[in-house]
């Protein structure tokens, strides 16, 4: 096929880095090593990504400002101090540098902040990430992240403290889809210096958001936030799909077809849905492909078609088993399966190979590009 | 998915029954025969439908003589005869200008052992015109592809029973003769499917792409036309650069099924949100060497969720533009799908 059309404008940011520090950590409150600053770091620059936008236009073009996420109200040191909860909607960044953000286990002073997107749903969404996880020994291995439903009057997450994060709405605080629950996010919880290279993608209209991490050529975690393309005009608002992957280890990726098509870490949130697995109203979504001889259509093929040399791209659907939400309910928007074997493990190969470079790929997935050249490791 | 809009004007002759003719050796023996017969006469607009593009006659045998013309007038000009033999047989080839210029298909009467008159076929098609032909071999063609083998897999829709059945033969054609489909079911069991079609959006490259099958088992109980058949297995056959291929039917699924797959891990279920049926559009892939690639799709016609099975419409009344039957959903005239066995 030719290559597919970029459908919306995007920001991208690409080749971001974190150099691993090799000096021990003294500032971390359990005294952990050089990791848990690297580690900081990383979520440092994420943040920052994620409220100012991107560096490369790519798109059909027409740029304007980019609808970034924006700080609802953090908890941090705010450049050096100590932890301080903000109230909601205060809209302060207390995220500023690496000793701002300590992890902690439950109950202990720990960071988080909640960025608010407004243009998911009818009256947008919030994004609680949680430096929370259940051991110390290894600090910024896991974390946790939410997402909160914001209603006709702009109430998302309220409350929350240095030692407890903010709550959802609903009369059981679960206007809310749980991401990862003392999940990892980047990586093994092995103590070492870590050099991180990160891309984002931020859709110029602020729908869609797309995160992919690499650590020695690993994609550690890959983050995919926003609205589905060609969404079932039945399925009510907010649609949104929202999913992080990661694993605690250093040799597995987190975007490749077995993170995402089989299983189903991508989740959204629906009211009218009854959890039998836990108190959330969360309900869990496939990305779906073109499948045959007993697997997805990039793992059957490890070549290019024959006759036409060319790579094939496929589009990814969005497929529920849950309960409430059988069926297939939309597409992705600007994002498409390539061949599992083109690139190595964590990929890096662009579409066209040469010249615009308009796509690159990261493991399974095809992302829009802005000419560069792909750094992974 | 919401009920799509057909690519293709078709065309259609359905619900053509064949009456079972007593449980014995010889009435199951006759049922094929006409089974087979009528098949030929609709093809070539001898049924109650007039296609805008029909097939035609090249030639045929009818065992006693052979010759360009149609020498099957009815069902007793088919004669069977054991693929080790010389003995005389039947055979007759058409040709459907709209797949390509010369696209025929070679049907053989022709059995692995006497037992089995009329329950298996041979069946080659090719693009560059059969030749030859006499009462007891068949023509041949440079770039002919076997569909049925008389020695392996010759069954073609009536199974391998000495009880006639009652049959219905459905034939889809689409006006400009790209695709002609046929399903041949007893009961809501579906014997047969053959298949003769152009694909859609081709790879460029694929000279006069054709993909066909002729399927069906010795048994009347198995479904033809099942994700097992087509997904999980290369049914579909064609030729690209002189070399035969096969090819899947591939759906959009997740953990390694088609969505509709009620036996895997397929939704199980209608679309809780707008009640929609229909899964996925069929695509054609290969891995065949110097094949590989998905290589087009399927016109009209799509993967159903397994669990409906035979016999429902979209939409259920009114129109019901479309119809599943086994796992394919099909264009639909509206009538209603005759289900006697």
Redesign the interface.
């Given at each position: 096929m030719a290559l597919p059309t970029i459908i919306k404008n995007w920001l991208v940011t690409t080749n971001q880095n974190i150099t691993g520090d090799a000096n021990l950590d003294s500032g971390g409150p359990s005294g952990a090593c050089n990791s848990a600053r690297d580690r900081r770091n990383l979520m440092l620059g994420l943040k920052n990504q994620l409220i100012t936008g991107g560096t490369s236009n790519v798109g059909p073009g027409g740029f304007g400002a980019v609808n970034t996420w924006t700080v609802r109200y953090s908890c941090g040191g705010n450049n050096g101090g100590s932890l301080v909860a903000g109230t909601v909607g205060d809209a302060v960044d207390r995220w500023t540098i690496d000793t701002d953000i300590p992890w902690n286990t439950p109950g202990n002073a720990h960071a988080w902040i909640v960025l608010r997107n407004t243009n998911i749903g009818t009256y947008g969404v919030d994004l609680l990430i949680e430096l929370v996880q259940s051991t110390n020994t290894y600090e910024g291995a896991t974390m946790d992240v939410y997402v909160g439903i914001v209603d006709a009057s702009g109430n998302g997450y309220t409350g929350g403290s240095t030692t407890a994060r903010p709550t959802a709405q609903g009369t059981n605080n679960d206007e809310e889809v749980a991401i990862r629950q003392d999940e990892a996010w980047s990586g093994s919880n092995t103590l070492m210096a870590r050099t991180f290279h990160w891309n984002t993608w931020q859709s110029e209209d602020g729908t869609n958001t797309y995160i992919v991490i690499f650590w020695n050529n690993i994609c550690v975690s890959q983050w995919m936030i926003g609205v589905p393309q060609s969404p079932?005009?039945?399925?009510s608002e907010p649609r949104f799909f929202a999913g992080i992957r990661g694993l605690l280890s250093d040799f597995d990726n987190a975007c490749f077809m077995n993170d995402w098509?089989?299983v189903s870490e991508m989740k959204t949130w629906r009211a009218d849905r009854i959890s039998t697995a836990d108190s959330l109203n969360q309900t869990f979504i496939?990305?779906?492909?073109?499948?045959?001889?007993?697997?997805?259509?990039n793992q059957?093929?490890t070549?290019?078609?024959?006759?036409?040399g060319e790579y094939?791209l496929a589009v990814i659907?969005l497929?529920?088993?849950s309960s409430?939400?059988?069926?297939?309910?939309g597409t992705m928007f600007d994002l498409y399966f390539g061949l599992e074997s083109v690139g190595g493990p964590a990929g890096g190969a662009t579409y066209p190979s040469g010249g615009s470079k308009t796509w690159a790929q990261f493991g399974a997935f095809v992302f829009p590009w802005d000419g560069s050249t792909p750094v992974t490791t | 998915m919401a009920d799509p809009t057909k690519d293709k004007t078709w065309e259609y002759d359905l619900n053509n029954l064949v009456i079972a003719d007593g449980a014995t050796v010889d009435g199951a023996f006759l049922s094929t025969r006409q089974r087979l017969f009528g098949i030929k006469e609709i093809l070539i607009n001898n049924g109650s439908t007039t296609f805008t593009a029909p097939w035609t006659v090249v030639s045929s045998s009818d065992s006693s003589t052979s010759g360009a013309s149609d020498l099957w007038v009815d069902e007793f000009d088919l004669v069977w005869a054991d693929d080790d033999t010389s003995n005389a047989r039947s055979w007759i080839v058409l040709r459907q200008t709209g797949i390509s210029t010369t696209f025929e298909v070679c049907i053989v009467c022709q059995e692995d052992s006497t037992s089995n008159d009329g329950k298996q076929i041979e069946v080659w098609v090719a693009q560059a015109g059969f030749t030859g032909g006499s009462t007891t071999a068949r023509p041949t063609a440079t770039d002919e592809r076997q569909l049925r083998d008389s020695t392996a897999d010759g069954y073609w829709g009536s199974g391998q029973v000495n009880t006639a059945y009652t049959s219905q033969t459905h034939v889809w054609m689409s006006s400009d003769g790209d695709c002609t489909r046929i399903v041949i079911c007893i009961g809501d069991v579906v014997t047969g499917y053959w298949a003769f079609e152009t694909p859609k959006n081709p790879t460029t490259g694929w000279t006069d792409p054709y993909f066909a099958c002729i399927e069906g088992e010795a048994n009347v109980t198995t479904s033809q036309v099942t994700y097992s058949r087509f997904l999980d297995n290369a049914t579909m056959r064609g030729r690209y650069s002189g070399a035969n291929t096969t090819m899947y039917l591939s759906s959009e699924g997740m953990v390694n099924d088609g969505i509709g797959e009620a036996t895997g891990n397929g939704t199980q279920q209608q679309n809780q949100l707008d009640n929609s049926y229909i899964a996925s559009q069929c695509g054609l892939s290969s891995t065949t060497s110097t094949f590989v690639g998905r290589h087009g799709e399927v016109f009209d016609m799509w993967w159903g969720l397994s669990f409906v099975g035979t016999g429902r419409y979209y939409p259920e009344t009114g129109t019901k533009a479309f119809v599943q039957i086994g796992d394919f959903v099909f264009p639909w005239d509206g009538s209603t799908l005759i289900r006697t066995r």
């Amino acid at each position: 096929m030719a290559l597919p059309t970029i459908i919306k404008n995007w920001l991208v940011t690409t080749n971001q880095n974190i150099t691993g520090d090799a000096n021990l950590d003294s500032g971390g409150p359990s005294g952990a090593c050089n990791s848990a600053r690297d580690r900081r770091n990383l979520m440092l620059g994420l943040k920052n990504q994620l409220i100012t936008g991107g560096t490369s236009n790519v798109g059909p073009g027409g740029f304007g400002a980019v609808n970034t996420w924006t700080v609802r109200y953090s908890c941090g040191g705010n450049n050096g101090g100590s932890l301080v909860a903000g109230t909601v909607g205060d809209a302060v960044d207390r995220w500023t540098i690496d000793t701002d953000i300590p992890w902690n286990t439950p109950g202990n002073a720990h960071a988080w902040i909640v960025l608010r997107n407004t243009n998911i749903g009818t009256y947008g969404v919030d994004l609680l990430i949680e430096l929370v996880q259940s051991t110390n020994t290894y600090e910024g291995a896991t974390m946790d992240v939410y997402v909160g439903i914001v209603d006709a009057s702009g109430n998302g997450y309220t409350g929350g403290s240095t030692t407890a994060r903010p709550t959802a709405q609903g009369t059981n605080n679960d206007e809310e889809v749980a991401i990862r629950q003392d999940e990892a996010w980047s990586g093994s919880n092995t103590l070492m210096a870590r050099t991180f290279h990160w891309n984002t993608w931020q859709s110029e209209d602020g729908t869609n958001t797309y995160i992919v991490i690499f650590w020695n050529n690993i994609c550690v975690s890959q983050w995919m936030i926003g609205v589905p393309q060609s969404p079932n005009s039945s399925w009510s608002e907010p649609r949104f799909f929202a999913g992080i992957r990661g694993l605690l280890s250093d040799f597995d990726n987190a975007c490749f077809m077995n993170d995402w098509y089989d299983v189903s870490e991508m989740k959204t949130w629906r009211a009218d849905r009854i959890s039998t697995a836990d108190s959330l109203n969360q309900t869990f979504i496939y990305l779906t492909t073109d499948t045959f001889a007993g697997n997805p259509f990039n793992q059957v093929f490890t070549v290019p078609n024959d006759i036409s040399g060319e790579y094939p791209l496929a589009v990814i659907g969005l497929t529920s088993r849950s309960s409430n939400f059988i069926g297939r309910q939309g597409t992705m928007f600007d994002l498409y399966f390539g061949l599992e074997s083109v690139g190595g493990p964590a990929g890096g190969a662009t579409y066209p190979s040469g010249g615009s470079k308009t796509w690159a790929q990261f493991g399974a997935f095809v992302f829009p590009w802005d000419g560069s050249t792909p750094v992974t490791t | 998915m919401a009920d799509p809009t057909k690519d293709k004007t078709w065309e259609y002759d359905l619900n053509n029954l064949v009456i079972a003719d007593g449980a014995t050796v010889d009435g199951a023996f006759l049922s094929t025969r006409q089974r087979l017969f009528g098949i030929k006469e609709i093809l070539i607009n001898n049924g109650s439908t007039t296609f805008t593009a029909p097939w035609t006659v090249v030639s045929s045998s009818d065992s006693s003589t052979s010759g360009a013309s149609d020498l099957w007038v009815d069902e007793f000009d088919l004669v069977w005869a054991d693929d080790d033999t010389s003995n005389a047989r039947s055979w007759i080839v058409l040709r459907q200008t709209g797949i390509s210029t010369t696209f025929e298909v070679c049907i053989v009467c022709q059995e692995d052992s006497t037992s089995n008159d009329g329950k298996q076929i041979e069946v080659w098609v090719a693009q560059a015109g059969f030749t030859g032909g006499s009462t007891t071999a068949r023509p041949t063609a440079t770039d002919e592809r076997q569909l049925r083998d008389s020695t392996a897999d010759g069954y073609w829709g009536s199974g391998q029973v000495n009880t006639a059945y009652t049959s219905q033969t459905h034939v889809w054609m689409s006006s400009d003769g790209d695709c002609t489909r046929i399903v041949i079911c007893i009961g809501d069991v579906v014997t047969g499917y053959w298949a003769f079609e152009t694909p859609k959006n081709p790879t460029t490259g694929w000279t006069d792409p054709y993909f066909a099958c002729i399927e069906g088992e010795a048994n009347v109980t198995t479904s033809q036309v099942t994700y097992s058949r087509f997904l999980d297995n290369a049914t579909m056959r064609g030729r690209y650069s002189g070399a035969n291929t096969t090819m899947y039917l591939s759906s959009e699924g997740m953990v390694n099924d088609g969505i509709g797959e009620a036996t895997g891990n397929g939704t199980q279920q209608q679309n809780q949100l707008d009640n929609s049926y229909i899964a996925s559009q069929c695509g054609l892939s290969s891995t065949t060497s110097t094949f590989v690639g998905r290589h087009g799709e399927v016109f009209d016609m799509w993967w159903g969720l397994s669990f409906v099975g035979t016999g429902r419409y979209y939409p259920e009344t009114g129109t019901k533009a479309f119809v599943q039957i086994g796992d394919f959903v099909f264009p639909w005239d509206g009538s209603t799908l005759i289900r006697t066995r």
